[in-house]
């Protein structure tokens, strides 16, 4: 018997010994609070310019999260999370046994896995390991959950999980969940907010309050009924609690620059953990408001959506990106990032087609046929564009054809042309996103029949700023506390003289008030070039333009691709754009006319014909031309006008083909 209970004690020790070691090696590698800055998933903080804090992000996923110290959160809040989810998180080393027991016993009972036994530090220790639910996994995550304990002290714990908790949707942590369920800081929080708050980690997908309501007010009379338990609240607050309607937002989020930071990551070092952007939180929080009230608007018209970017002219930098109205809007999408989504863009690329023709000999009195058209596609097809008005208006002066937005002449300018040069032109001023052959597109590429992106139009209209070099916009000024690196170099896609004639044409309000009305969204009190351009169905409304200082590029529409009631770009995005213009140059002086640049010259030209008038003309106007088709100018008078009256050429009457 003696020799028997000695094996057997020997075998028992020797069977305790593999676990002994697996507990006691977690206190030979401790996990303390400095080190989660550099686990999987970790936080990345963005200021602003002058390095305001913006928010925060995870860096595994695409989840919103604003920090907050123990000591900025509410009692109620850190009551109501340890009552629901680790009753005895004070009182066990990071693995709670009655708790796993209890939850083995349910598993068994319910032949599935309905319960996990996971303490809060357990908990922790998953977010900054994620895997699947497995034996293995489970082991795992109590290795981590004691290294976590031997390093770090309760409130550090405490503080962590309340940072990395999934809270629906995008939301991570009670900071962020905090502002936009309540508009509040997790500090200002009552009983009855916080309960409902630690009513989501439990299913944070079928208990997010803005999707599944009954569910959340369900689990939230759980948790309180688990807070009276604990002795952290009397019975009478409890029902109070309970029996108080908690006000939930829709969603709401004040700077509205997260797919910004999203955007920035991908271009940045793993280890960039703390990042100084080009924002200005002013600036940004101007551009989100100025959203709000001009979707706000539109509601009534299916309109639910917007994008806007404005960017420095001198420096090429990213003072405001709000890529959604709320990135926390579940039902509308607000995840989708409009600033980098592919959208058809309507009319607003002409310019740049213009701006090729100004190269080819073309100039803003050069008169264009707007007379019905038809151009031979396939065989046995035609292509007719028609304008947005369904009229046409015979000989158009170029500058007139543009400002007005008029398709006719200017799928007549791209034929003339050629579609392989005009998506070449638009290739050269970045739109990437044009990635199929001229023969895809067509002649429609003029009138938006491709997709291109926001943050693309926001870099064109740039360049036409910058009298036609074209950068990359600028983004980070320091990662991790040092320079983000120089500015980057300037590629010259048009000549200055034709960014001056575009420019001005652009801003000149008397040659688009046919199209637009004598008090158009665009006629602002200072110098700004601005184009619209709304796509097919009214499923897309854009306004890109710019002052001496700012490009702004804006966008309307729905992210479901769903129609608009009616909204066009001078009615959706038009009036968005011109808010955001207005507000830049409220608290500074307005800008100054763009300075003339050497080889543009100033000349009277017939209103019809756009040649030098004749004694019979009898309207004129001033027109700026290139100094190099002054000699074609000077060479013959307008010959439409005589004696007799008036000719129109036949190319420029009803039925003139291509």
């Not at 959160?73 to 009182?91: C, G, I, L, Q, T």
């Not at 003029?446 to 600028?474: D, F, I, T, W």
Request: hydrophobic fraction near 40%; glycine fraction near 10%; charge should be positive.
């Amino acid at each position: 018997m003696g020799r028997i209970r000695r094996t057997t004690c020997v075998v028992l020790g020797l069977a305790c010994l593999p676990p002994l070691a697996f507990r006691l090696s977690a206190r030979c590698v401790p996990i303390r609070a400095a080190d989660l800055a550099h686990t999987p998933g970790r936080l990345v903080r963005f200021t602003d310019r002058h390095g305001e804090a913006l928010g925060s992000v995870l860096t595994d996923g695409d989840g919103a999260c604003q920090p907050v110290k123990l000591s900025e959160v509410s009692p109620n809040v850190v009551r109501a999370f340890v009552a629901a989810e680790d009753r005895r998180f004070y009182r066990h080393g990071g693995v709670d046994w009655l708790a796993m027991g209890r939850a083995a016993v349910q598993n068994v009972l319910a032949r599935r896995v309905a319960s996990g036994g996971s303490t809060l530090t357990m908990q922790l220790a998953r977010s900054l390991q994620p895997n699947a639910r497995t034996l293995r996994s489970k082991l795992r995550e109590m290795h981590t959950a004691w290294r976590l304990e031997a390093g770090m002290s309760k409130g550090e714990i405490l503080e962590a999980y309340l940072n990395r908790v999934p809270m629906g949707g995008n939301l991570v942590g009670v900071g962020v969940a905090s502002r936009v369920f309540f508009g509040q800081s997790p500090g200002a929080l009552n009983l009855a907010q916080a309960a409902l708050l630690a009513a989501i980690p439990q299913d944070p997908v079928r208990n997010d309050p803005r999707v599944g309501r009954q569910r959340a007010e369900a689990r939230r009379a759980y948790v309180l009924r688990r807070v009276v338990q604990a002795g952290y609240a009397t019975p009478k607050a409890a029902d109070l609690a309970r029996k108080s309607r908690v006000e939930v937002s829709s969603g709401g989020d004040e700077l509205a620059a997260y797919q910004f930071f999203f955007h920035v990551l991908k271009a940045l070092p793993a280890e960039a953990t703390e990042i100084r952007l080009t924002l200005d939180r002013d600036t940004q929080q101007m551009v989100a408001e100025q959203m709000r009230v001009v979707l706000g608007g539109l509601t009534d018209r299916n309109v639910t959506n917007g994008a806007a970017v404005v960017l420095d002219n001198h420096t090429g930098e990213v003072l405001a990106y709000v890529g959604s109205a709320s990135f926390f809007d579940v039902k509308h999408a607000g995840q989708v990032d409009g600033v980098q989504a592919a959208r058809q863009p309507g009319s607003s690329l002409k310019p740049f087609v213009y701006a090729l023709a100004l190269e080819h000999g073309f100039t803003p009195a050069t008169v264009l046929p707007d007379v019905p058209t038809a151009y031979p596609m396939a065989p046995g097809q035609e292509y007719a564009p028609e304008n947005y008005s369904n009229t046409f208006h015979g000989p158009v002066l170029l500058r007139m054809a543009l400002a007005n937005s008029f398709n006719v002449p200017a799928c007549h300018v791209a034929s003339r042309l050629g579609v392989q040069e005009v998506l070449g032109q638009l290739h050269r001023f970045g739109y990437r996103s044009l990635d199929r052959s001229a023969d895809y597109y067509g002649l429609g590429v003029v009138l938006g029949g491709g997709e291109v992106k926001l943050y693309e139009q926001a870099r064109a209209y740039m360049a036409l700023a910058n009298g036609g070099e074209l950068r990359e916009p600028v983004e980070t000024l320091e990662v991790n506390g040092k320079s983000a690196g120089a500015a980057r170099p300037r590629t010259r896609v048009c000549e200055p003289v034709t960014s001056y004639l575009l420019t001005d044409v652009l801003s000149d309000h008397n040659a688009r008030i046919l199209s637009f009305g004598p008090r158009s969204a665009l006629n602002l009190p200072f110098p700004c070039a601005a184009k619209t351009g709304t796509s097919s169905g009214h499923r897309d409304n854009w306004t890109l333009g710019y002052a001496r200082d700012y490009t702004v590029a804006v966008w309307v529409g729905n992210f479901d691709g769903s129609e608009m009631e009616g909204v066009s770009g001078i009615t959706g995005a038009g009036p968005l754009f011109a808010r955001i213009m207005y507000h830049l140059y409220r608290n500074r002086p307005e800008p100054e006319p763009w300075r003339r640049p050497p080889g543009v010259a100033r000349r009277p030209v017939c209103s019809l014909s756009g040649y030098r008038p004749g004694p019979y003309c009898p309207h004129t106007r001033d027109e700026l031309l290139p100094e190099s088709a002054l000699p074609e100018y000077d060479a013959p008078q307008c010959t439409w006008h005589s004696e007799a009256g008036v000719e129109v050429p036949k190319e420029f009457r009803p039925g003139a083909q291509p």
